[in-house]
């Protein structure tokens, strides 16, 4: 029963964690879509003589491709800060938008107004 627990326990956090590509486990490896055990092993092999900081450094192992890469940038997935680092971006794009059409428009409006 035990087992059992820990084992759902294991699952569980598999679907709800980030996974560390530096420091995940063959089992957490294995999690992702498109990685088996031999996948797996080559990814552990290959952390011991080079440092994986993000997915597309996958690519550097024979066998991973676009498909593996994308699943496992699906698996992880954006950070909230980079999130809101974006819609912060996004709203400061359409303000200066909205500025430069709003100066437009005095500009255009006080060009048709008579100087004395």
Do not use: H, W
């Amino acid at each position: 029963m035990k087992r059992l627990v820990a084992l759902l326990m294991l699952c569980c956090s598999f679907l709800f964690a980030e996974i560390n590509l530096q420091t995940a486990s063959k089992e957490e490896l294995m999690s992702v879509k498109g990685i088996g055990e031999k996948k797996a092993e080559q990814i552990i092999e290959y952390r011991k003589t080079n440092t994986i900081t993000k997915a597309d450094d996958l690519k550097n192992i024979k066998g991973f491709g676009d498909s593996i890469v994308g699943n496992v940038k699906d698996a992880n997935p954006v950070s909230k800060e980079k999130v809101n680092k974006k819609v912060e971006d996004k709203k400061d794009e359409k303000k200066k938008e909205l500025n430069g059409a709003v100066d437009k428009k005095v500009e255009k409006a006080t060009s048709l107004v008579p100087k004395f």
